[in-house]
């Protein structure tokens, strides 16, 4: 998994592959860690490279996800491919979590946001 910080307040984790209960720590550690960080304020799961996700990997997501909305802090998923992406619309969390199509979009929110 990649991590990347964009401006000042954004970071940006690339999980790849699978993630299942199998190596869920790490990327559930390296969520929690930042997410806690006062560093960051918006958070940023790009799924693009993940071919399978379990439900570990989504209760990691959900989580991270619980931490930043009792932290005041924005946690945003993009690039979720079609195999993986039915997951999140079975269980309904395309409807709770905030979903982009690309990293793009949510970096045109951010900046309007930042303007504001």
Same mark, same amino acid.
């Given at each position: 998994?990649?991590?990347?910080?964009?401006?000042?307040?954004?970071?940006?984790?690339?999980?790849?592959?699978?993630?299942?209960?199998?190596?869920?720590?790490?990327?559930?550690?390296?969520?929690?860690?930042?997410?806690?960080? #006062?560093?960051? @304020?918006? /958070?940023?799961?790009?799924?693009?490279?993940?071919?399978?996700?379990?439900?570990?990997? $989504?209760?990691? =997501?959900?989580?991270?996800?619980?931490?930043?909305? #009792?932290?005041? @802090?924005? /946690?945003?998923?993009?690039?979720?491919?079609?195999?993986?992406?039915?997951?999140?619309? $079975?269980?309904? =969390?395309?409807?709770?979590?905030?979903?982009?199509? #690309?990293?793009?979009?949510?970096?045109?929110?951010?900046?309007?946001?930042?303007?504001?």
């Amino acid at each position: 998994m990649r991590s990347n910080t964009i401006g000042s307040q954004i970071v940006t984790f690339e999980p790849s592959g699978y993630i299942t209960a199998a190596n869920i720590n790490n990327f559930q550690e390296k969520l929690t860690l930042a997410v806690k960080s #006062s560093e960051f @304020k918006v /958070f940023l799961v790009d799924m693009s490279r993940v071919e399978f996700l379990d439900s570990a990997g $989504l209760m990691a =997501l959900v989580s991270a996800f619980r931490l930043s909305q #009792s932290l005041g @802090k924005s /946690f945003n998923i993009c690039a979720i491919p079609a195999s993986v992406k039915i997951i999140f619309e $079975l269980t309904q =969390l395309d409807r709770v979590l905030n979903i982009y199509k #690309s990293r793009e979009e949510l970096e045109i929110r951010d900046d309007q946001l930042v303007a504001a």
